[in-house]
């Protein structure tokens, strides 16, 4: 196969990097060579901030309905290239291309909330006193930046992207060095669609674009997701330089099954949601809590059953590779630790790799611990690893959920209405679920963890109305116009009454 040369996205061209500088990206399935993505520095940075600065004046003085208008033709073009979309995600990504596919439509969600932002985005206005009108509008912040994880290429790019487009900015993305390709297709659509020069572009690189964007003074918010590590410094830079950021980072997020649940259902989703895109996933299961009840045996079984019955590959229901050695070797040695803290290795996915031979392939694990301060319990893994714990009561289950220091999502497992109520009523999670066990909101609902947890720094959510809010300012307006043709008093005008808290124009 031919490698792909990844390069730069600005003003509407594809453009090398200065320094000429670029680096492997390679398939997770076999290691092999897929593209040389560019590796960019300042200089990059500031001609595609020039660029994006100049297209701002005519981009945020179009109407929001024009803008929308380009989005419409962008969501109609993504469902006519989801395919060719799909199969990048596979090759770069290693999921299956049902999760692919899976993606790019949840992505075009996005979109399609995005088109309908004229109907939701309009300001206020209120009468507030005798003469004195009050209202507000949105208007646009101006150039904004989006950094994006390897786990969803199409996607978390379009959590934000759409929306903040169509408030009227315009946007920098630096995808994924370990996923690239995807996006580079994303941006020949943007232009097709009609996407203006300068309203969209690409910076690719590592570290050094990331600082370069962070810190220039015309980039006025940020976006981030991944690791919380790498959330809380962008956060924490960010609030340095007064800027708007939000920044999502990982999770542990907990499953509790309930004596009344239903056994195969639960099975099945539970076994989805953990080893569904192998694992790397922010709203991924990663530890099931049992109760005491008559089922537990039967589900462990029967979930057990289900993970070891999933194949390596990129077919309907087969799981594909993590997405790199380091990863590999991480997950790898969490299921060590386990072993170490005396815990029973329910399945262990480690033969994979001898069955593929190559380093990124691991299967399904589930793993019954007899500890819950495990460290496999305890940290995100970022793989297809599942941690059991018995609890001996609700209040168990609750204080292990409450006690981790990440709040992406939890959920419980039951079919009893008071049961689940109580239980959404304990967790400390910013995405609850019952019966389900990845609980992303759907549009127009936000997506975004717990305030003053690991899973969250900075402002807002990043999708829906959240994203609506973070992508504007709102600007108040206080008036208040003289009668020319009659000289009624103030007075007579607020109905004889008095208005002591208006004080326009007194002292």
């Known amino acids: ?108 969600e996005t979109v399609e909330y995005s088109c309908s932002l004229p109907q939701l985005a309009q300001g206020r206005t209120l009468q507030v006193s005798g003469q004195v009108h009050c209202r507000d509008s949105r208007v646009p912040l101006g150039v904004v930046a989006s950094i994006v994880p390897f786990n969803f290429p199409f996607m978390v790019p379009m959590w934000t992207v759409p929306i903040a487009l169509v408030m009227g900015n315009c946007v920098i993305l630096k995808p994924s060095e370990k996923v690239p390709m995807t996006m580079n297709l994303v941006a020949s659509i943007m232009k097709q669609a009609g996407v203006p020069d300068g309203v969209f572009t690409m910076v690719q690189g590592t570290k050094d674009s990331v600082q370069a964007i962070m810190e220039h003074d015309a980039v006025k918010a940020v976006t981030f997701v991944g690791s919380s590590p790498i959330a809380k410094l962008v956060a924490t830079k960010c609030r340095g330089l007064n800027k708007r950021c939000t920044a999502l980072g990982g999770a542990k997020n907990h499953l509790v099954a309930l004596e009344d649940c239903e056994v195969e259902g639960a099975a099945s989703d539970i076994c989805v949601s953990f080893a569904g895109c192998a694992g790397q996933r922010c709203m991924a299961a990663s530890v099931l809590l049992l109760v005491p009840g008559s089922h537990q045996e039967e589900l462990v079984s029967k979930l057990v059953a289900k993970a070891s019955a999933i194949k390596p590959g990129s077919g309907p229901g087969e799981m594909g590779p993590v997405i790199d050695g380091a990863s590999y070797a991480k997950i790898i040695s969490y299921i060590q630790a386990a072993e170490k803290d005396g815990a029973k290795l329910l399945l262990d996915g480690r033969p994979w790799k001898e069955t593929r031979g190559k380093d990124n392939w691991i299967g399904p694990t589930v793993i019954m611990h007899s500890s819950p301060k495990d460290k496999t319990m305890c940290e995100e893994v970022f793989g297809p690893v599942l941690s059991i714990y018995a609890c001996k009561t609700w209040e168990e289950a609750i204080e292990i959920e409450n006690s981790n220091p990440f709040g992406n999502a ?98």
């Open 410 to 507: 939890a959920c419980v497992y039951t079919t009893n209405g008071a049961n689940a109520d109580w239980f959404l009523g304990q967790f400390q999670a910013g995405m609850l679920g019952v019966n389900i066990g990845i609980p992303v909101p759907r549009e127009p609902f936000s997506f975004g963890g717990l305030y003053g947890t690991q899973s969250k720094y900075g402002d807002m959510d990043i999708t829906g109305d959240g994203g609506m809010e973070f992508f504007s300012n709102r600007i108040k307006v206080t008036s208040k116009w003289p009668l020319q043709r009659t000289k009624r008093s103030a007075e007579e005008m607020s109905n004889g009454k008095t208005d002591h808290a208006n004080f326009a124009g007194s002292m």
């Open 1 to 108: 196969t031919m490698v792909q040369v990844v390069d730069n996205y600005i003003d509407g061209a594809f453009v090398p990097p200065v320094g000429n500088e670029y680096m492997d990206v390679q398939n997770p399935a076999d290691g092999s060579l897929i593209a040389k993505v560019a590796l960019s520095g300042a200089q990059d940075v500031e001609t595609a901030i020039q660029s994006a600065s100049t297209a701002l004046k005519g981009w945020s003085k179009m109407t929001m309905k024009a803008r929308v208008g380009i989005m419409l033709k962008f969501h109609s073009l993504i469902n006519e290239n989801a395919k060719a979309l799909a199969e990048l995600i596979v090759l770069e990504n290693g999921k299956n291309f049902n999760e692919a596919m899976a993606e790019v439509a949840k992505g075009n």
